[in-house]
């Protein structure tokens, strides 16, 4: 009897090889018609109708399919804007489950569903030769004995870095493998990593992503990568070896690179919007396949996006099409690309299934239950335009917690009544987390990030320079709380310097030293600066990438002690928040004036207050006493009786601190921290 053929099967989605051929399904409730369009290497088109449709999946098998083949859809069905029906056959779309993409887009009227002359006409241009082509990659890969470290996160220290950046013009990384994958899995920049003493990895976006037309105009290019087109496919820019594909295997060959050094992989993903833009954008992918189960549309005038991210349009997230994309998406990073947490862009968006943000909402529920994704990392980017919510997540989260940032920041400036926000941050934001019953490993907490100035450009620039970046100044941050204490951009004033130095040793340690897990900018270890741009989003170029040979050693050895002191002594990283002495809690923090009294009300509320301290300890182990001084002048601190052996100097951003003998007294000079410490042995 003849051998009946394989069914074609609505799940998975995407591309599933076969013998000579390949299933394929596609999500769309409104298509009449869905059809794969395979090229051959003369950019020749064979279109393959999917004949079955289960539910709203349409699939079917293609012939000769195979690792390398470059494909794309064409969608066909109602074109009514005012409805939120934007099928245009005429177009190319890109497969949302596509594990690979290779081309760039040529923007002009190819690439837009409606006619740019008139948006609620549909265009018949085709799009063929103008957009990038899914590519199918090899499936597997030989992982070895890899494993996921599973630094837990009371032991994290994250590292957030760029791909390109960091490998860009370093010398050691040699340069065909410069600002790619390869690079980044390169022994030299494992030794940055391992040698600073950081657990993790936290890359900007790496999902594919598209170049804005309007940066393309201009001559700039999109850096960071928040406009992303592809939640399966690891960008073909980054890939040293080329985009057919080649950039999954050398993806996978970084992470098993970093996972051998005992480094875990964060990836910053961007599943708030795409890069399709509003009812003015381009027609890429979503739009043209399902565009109202994709995005949210405004409910009276379904032309249009309701935008909470800032980039025209918002995933709809209240909808089984997109929310299975997303779990789809997480799922594939975790099991195919072992990669072992992620940072969510905007996620407050991602919890807006019916407008307002939810604790409860479908995206955070199906996490919680997902038992893939329970061992991995999530932390959240806790706002987005329409919303601050900070210390509104799951208790199994953590966030970027902004407070920190500015409070940490508001009191190194010197600023008035902000010492009890400053001594909340240092204890773990417990104002913010402790009534939820939640840990200071809630908090990520960061002095610095990719949005924004460098450390070295906090500390140097009293205004932002971002002429660069096309529009006029007028983008990013307003402006900057001064902490260069003398001429902007001045290098020959000793004192100057000298006082910038302490400023970023100030910072360090206060970051490394405040309970909850700590994030470090890249680069800030060397002095990293963009020349006060605290917007380089658009600049990728010497401008965001890390100059190594100007690179501040002197800082990087303090950085690293300061790390090395975190890692080691457990009294310097608590889990919990402040315990009273002598309670069960192997974790004691007592916080004190500096002449080692307790704070009263009256002191909580004096706007003239400049400085505290913080006692640490941990049952069985080395205690640290950290005093901080954010006024214009020195302060005599009077520290407590050592709990162990008698105090001596263990880091200062001062580098003329002198402890000798047994310690009772000690001047604080101005703007600079002390760290004390007491053996156990």
């Known amino acids: 009897m003849p051998t009946e053929a394989p069914r074609s099967l609505p799940y998975p989605l995407g591309v599933t090889l076969l013998d000579g051929a390949a299933n394929v399904a596609v999500y769309s409730e409104t298509a009449d018609r869905v059809e794969v369009c395979v090229f051959d290497e003369h950019g020749e088109e064979r279109r393959t109708t999917l004949e079955n449709r289960t539910g709203h999946v349409f699939h079917g098998q293609v012939p000769d399919v195979r690792v390398g083949t470059r494909y794309a859809l064409r969608v066909h069905g109602p074109w009514d804007p005012a409805a939120g029906l934007r099928r245009n056959p005429h177009k190319l779309l890109l497969d949302p489950h596509a594990t690979g993409i290779t081309g760039e887009y040529s923007w002009g009227q190819a690439v837009f569903g409606h006619d740019m002359n008139d948006p609620e006409q549909m265009d018949s241009t085709d799009g063929a030769g103008s957009t990038p082509l899914c590519v199918v990659a090899e499936p597997g890969f030989d992982w070895g004995d890899d494993r996921a470290p599973r630094t837990p996160l009371a032991e994290t220290i994250i590292y957030e870095v760029h791909v390109k950046g960091f490998t860009k013009r370093h010398p050691d990384i040699p340069d065909d493998i410069r600002g790619t994958y390869a690079g980044l899995g390169h022994p030299a920049a494992i030794d940055h990593f391992t040698s600073l003493g950081v657990t993790a990895v936290e890359l900007l976006p790496v999902q594919q992503f598209i170049q804005d037309s309007h940066l393309v105009e201009n001559g700039l290019r999109n850096y960071w990568g928040y406009n992303s087109i592809g939640f399966l496919a690891p960008h073909g820019d980054y890939s040293s070896a080329g985009d057919d594909g080649e950039q999954v295997a050398e993806f996978r060959a970084m992470v098993k690179s970093l996972h051998a050094a005992g480094l875990e992989v964060i990836l910053d993903v961007v599943y708030n919007h795409t890069a399709e833009g509003?009812?003015?954008?381009?027609?890429?992918?979503?739009?043209?396949?399902?565009?109202?189960?994709?995005?949210?549309?405004?409910?009276?005038?379904?032309?249009?996006?309701?935008?909470?991210?800032?980039?025209?349009?918002?995933l709809n997230v209240g909808h089984p099409a997109a929310l299975g994309l997303i779990m789809d998406s997480l799922r594939y990073w975790v099991t195919e690309m072992h990669v072992d947490g992620f940072r969510f862009d905007l996620a407050t968006t991602l919890t807006r299934q019916d407008g307002t943000e939810d604790l409860h909402s479908a995206f955070l529920t199906l996490i919680a239950q997902d038992p893939i994704l329970a061992p991995v990392k999530m932390i959240a980017e806790p706002w987005d335009t329409a919303g601050y919510q900070v210390g509104g997540f799951p208790a199994d989260w953590s966030e970027w917690n902004g407070k920190f940032r500015d409070d940490v920041r508001a009191f190194w400036q010197g600023e008035d009544g902000v010492l009890s926000t400053l001594s909340q941050r240092v204890l773990g934001s417990p104002d913010v987390y402790e009534a939820d019953r939640r840990s200071p490993l809630s908090s990520v907490n960061f002095i610095t990030a990719h949005d924004g100035f460098t450390l070295a450009d906090l500390t140097a620039y009293n205004a932002k320079h971002n002429s660069a970046n096309g529009e006029d100044n007028e983008d990013g941050e307003s402006n900057n709380r001064s902490f260069n204490n003398g001429a902007e951009g001045a290098t020959e004033d000793e004192g100057v310097n000298a006082r910038r130095a302490r400023a970023r040793r100030n910072f360090l340690a206060t970051l490394l030293f405040s309970a909850g897990v700590p994030m470090i900018l890249g680069g800030d270890e060397i002095a990293r600066t963009q020349g006060g741009n605290n917007n380089a989003y658009a600049q990728d170029n010497e401008i965001s990438w890390y100059d190594w040979d100007s690179a501040d050693h002197e800082l990087l050895g303090f950085t690293r002690e300061l790390i090395a002191l975190r890692r080691e002594n457990p009294a310097l990283r608590p889990q919990w928040f402040r315990q009273a002495p002598g309670t069960d809690s192997p974790d004691t923090v007592r916080v004190l004036r500096s002449d080692a009294e307790e704070f009263s009300t009256e002191d909580w509320a004096n706007p003239d207050a400049r400085s505290l301290q913080f006692v640490w300890e941990h049952r069985g182990a080395d205690a640290f006493a950290l005093l901080l001084n954010s006024a214009e002048n020195g302060v005599e601190f009077t520290v407590p009786e050592a709990p162990n052996q008698e105090w001596v100097l263990s880091a200062s951003s001062d580098s003329d601190q002198k402890v000798e003998g047994p310690v009772t007294t000690l001047i604080v000079r101005d703007q600079s921290f002390t760290l004390l410490r007491s053996s156990s042995q």
Do not use: M
Request: no cysteine; glycine share 10%; hydrophobic share 20%.
């Open 278 to 314: 509003n009812h003015l954008g381009p027609t890429l992918s979503y739009k043209g396949i399902d565009n109202a189960s994709y995005y949210r549309l405004v409910e009276d005038e379904r032309a249009s996006y309701f935008d909470t991210t800032g980039t025209g349009n918002s």
